[in-house]
């Protein structure tokens, strides 16, 4: 079964920083050519959103309103996604989770992706 662990979550100041990582078992990101990970995030009462993307040939994307501030990466060795999430803002805090899709479709419509982590928490304060 596959399983998508986060960790790195916890409580900060505004501006300041957290990595979060997604490991994977049973699950092998680089095994799939047109696998896609990537973190999303959901804050209360508001949607859930795409933070940021990465495909199996390393193209990234963000949401406008993480640009410059988180960067998103993979470690294949270790089956690992992580996100360098710096100067953080209030409007951050939200559940953050992990999740991938061996077919390429990460937009988070109609059961895609195909496989999530149950979510870290990110909060930060001003």
């Known amino acids: 079964q596959v399983q998508l662990v986060e960790s790195g979550g916890g409580s900060v100041q505004s501006g300041g920083s957290l990595r979060l990582s997604c490991e994977a078992s049973?699950?092998?990101?680089?095994?799939?050519?047109?696998?896609?990970m990537g973190w999303f995030r959901q804050a209360p009462g508001k949607g859930r959103e795409v933070v940021a993307l990465?495909?199996?040939?390393?193209?990234?994307s963000y949401a406008e309103s993480v640009k410059g501030r988180f960067t998103i990466s993979q470690d294949n060795a270790k089956n690992t996604l992580y996100m360098q999430m710096n100067s953080l803002k209030p409007e951050d805090t939200a559940m953050y989770y992990c999740?991938?899709?061996?077919?390429?479709?990460?937009?988070?419509?109609?059961?895609?992706?195909?496989?999530w982590g149950q979510g870290t928490q990110v909060t930060v304060s001003s």
């Open positions: 049973q699950y092998t990101f680089s095994r799939y050519s047109r696998n896609c």
């Open positions: 990465i495909n199996a040939g390393g193209t990234t």
């Open positions: 999740a991938t899709d061996p077919f390429g479709r990460c937009d988070d419509t109609n059961g895609h992706p195909l496989y």
